[in-house]
């Protein structure tokens, strides 16, 4: 192997390694912001809202070190579409922390008030959401198509779940009016969580293509 092969692949596993730092982060966040409406703890609702500065300088690490990458290697057809796929990459993950601040700001607003029922399908969302952050980032770590494809199976399940959410709270708010603001919220939170499946599938989609060439929906 020559030598500037030799540099470019060891960049590209350190900026892997950033990818998977910020998706851990991510993580984290997802557990963090819903663990802080279950929980109904302030403070760590405020600490998923501050750490998502951490998430945003990571990807402006993530990016600037792409930018001096394809400067200095000037790497041409797969490698180039590798770099240019981890930028996409961070784009959703920072999207998907943005979606966790969200639900610790929800948190703030309903953790005094009692709830209106026990909150059961939420934390199961969060944790297939949190899985299908990590199956994601692992599918494109390892260029794994089978891995990628995978993740429909995760994202119809958080798709049921918010459905039932959705219909569960919505005949909670038409028996009992004075629920709606609170119902209103927590169908919000099942909402962002159902857009994390969103979101993972993006990068499914971008491992396909990096490893075939072809570009499919895993997301309809």
Excluded: C
């Excluded at 020559?2 to 990818?19: G, T, V």
């Excluded at 041409?76 to 998907?96: H, N, Q, W």
């Excluded at 005949?171 to 962002?192: C, N, Y």
Aim: proline share 2%; net charge negative.
């Amino acid at each position: 192997m020559s030598a500037p092969r030799q540099w470019f692949d060891k960049d590209l596993d350190e900026l892997n390694q950033e990818i998977l730092k910020m998706g851990g982060i991510i993580e984290e966040q997802i557990y963090d912001a819903v663990k802080s409406l279950t929980s109904k703890d302030l403070v760590l609702a405020e600490k998923v809202i501050h750490r998502d500065d951490r998430v945003d300088e990571l990807q402006q690490i993530i990016e600037d070190k792409s930018v001096r990458l394809v400067i200095r290697q000037q790497p041409i057809a797969k490698d180039l579409r590798t770099i240019f796929a981890g930028i996409k990459l961070v784009t959703d993950l920072e999207r998907i922390s943005d979606i966790a601040v969200n639900i610790a700001r929800i948190a703030k607003r309903i953790i005094k008030e009692e709830y209106v029922k026990p909150l059961i399908d939420i934390p199961r969302m969060a944790k297939i959401a949190q899985k299908i952050v990590r199956v994601a980032l692992d599918s494109y770590v390892k260029r794994d198509v089978g891995m990628a494809e995978s993740l429909v199976e995760m994202e119809e399940e958080i798709d049921r779940l918010y459905s039932q959410v959705f219909e569960e709270l919505l005949v909670i708010m038409e028996e009992k009016p004075r629920t709606i603001f609170q119902a209103a919220q927590l169908i919000m939170v099942a909402r962002q969580l159902e857009r994390i499946g969103d979101h993972s599938t993006n990068i499914g989609e971008m491992v396909v293509y990096l490893v075939t060439g072809k570009r499919i929906k895993l997301n309809d």
